[in-house]
């Protein structure tokens, strides 16, 4: 049995798809309900309180694991104790790249590698799911404001880190490996723009945004740290931040999907 928390988030929620499909039994853990797959238990739990797992983690033998609360040590021993013997990590390549602004996601990486368990961790880029962040301005006024536009990053589909996490789950062979997950190219914030409306078969306009306007958003729901890490990122990517990955494809036998893909199957979203 596998426990994914985060199960009802962009990557969570494909992820108890792909393995339920697969045939596993899954426990969806968040801290809110939300509707799962027919069948799929669900356990309330908060991962800054580790002992709030225990009731999920009986009988299972992986754990699919986000950075989330302060103590990865604490949920890695109640993993153990309950008799988990893989775990896998969902992190960030800012980890490789940013260490100063994602000592948060590092300590869950140590605390992981030094847990015991057959261990993966998984060094996600952006995800193409951050353009939800657009779906009230597009379903408004077919507008989407961000700064930076003309920077491209390899964002990553939310299903392929599924995918790949699902593997890592599931397969021997994953165990002790750090993954980076990027998309198959960069892609700007005009171009999510423009493929959005060719979903939506009707153009939606990119409106630049200063670096302080976005800062000033961002701030709301990121602490400052990471929010000039974030901006760092997308404004100065470094080398390794604009490297299309090899990794999503030595998993999964087959190239990453673009995030015309993406836009296309969420296109609901931005109706
Ligand atoms: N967005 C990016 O570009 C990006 C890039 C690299 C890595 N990541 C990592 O990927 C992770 C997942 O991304 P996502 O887009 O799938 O996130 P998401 O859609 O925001 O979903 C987060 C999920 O985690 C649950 N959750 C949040 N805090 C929790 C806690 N303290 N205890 C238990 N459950 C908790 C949420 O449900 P409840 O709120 O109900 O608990 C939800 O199910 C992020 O958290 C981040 O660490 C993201």
Known sequence: MIVVTGA??????????????AGERVVAVSRHPAPLPDGVPHHVADLADPESLRP???????????????????????????????????????????PDAYRHAESFENAVRGSGLDWTILRSGGLNSNAYAWAASIRADRTAAAPFGAVG??????ADVAEVAAAALREEGHGGRTYELTGPSLVTPRDRAVAI???????????????????????AFMPEPVVEGTLAILGEPLPAEQRVSPDVERVLGRTPRPFTDWAARMVGAFR
Do not use: C, Y
């Open 56 to 98: 999920a983690l009986d009988g299972a033998d992986a754990l699919f694991l986000l950075v989330a609360g302060d103590d990865p040590e604490g949920i890695l021993s109640a993993a153990k104790e309950s008799g988990v013997r893989r775990v896998t990590l969902l992190s960030s390549l800012g980890v490789g790249t940013r």
């Open 153 to 158: 990053l390899p964002m990553v589909d939310p």
């Open 8 to 21: 009802t988030g962009n990557v969570g929620g494909e992820l108890v798809r792909t393995l339920t499909s």
């Open 197 to 219: 409306g060719a979903a939506l078969g009707t153009p939606v306009r990119f409106v630049e945004q200063t670096r302080d306007e976005a800062r000033a958003q961002m701030l």
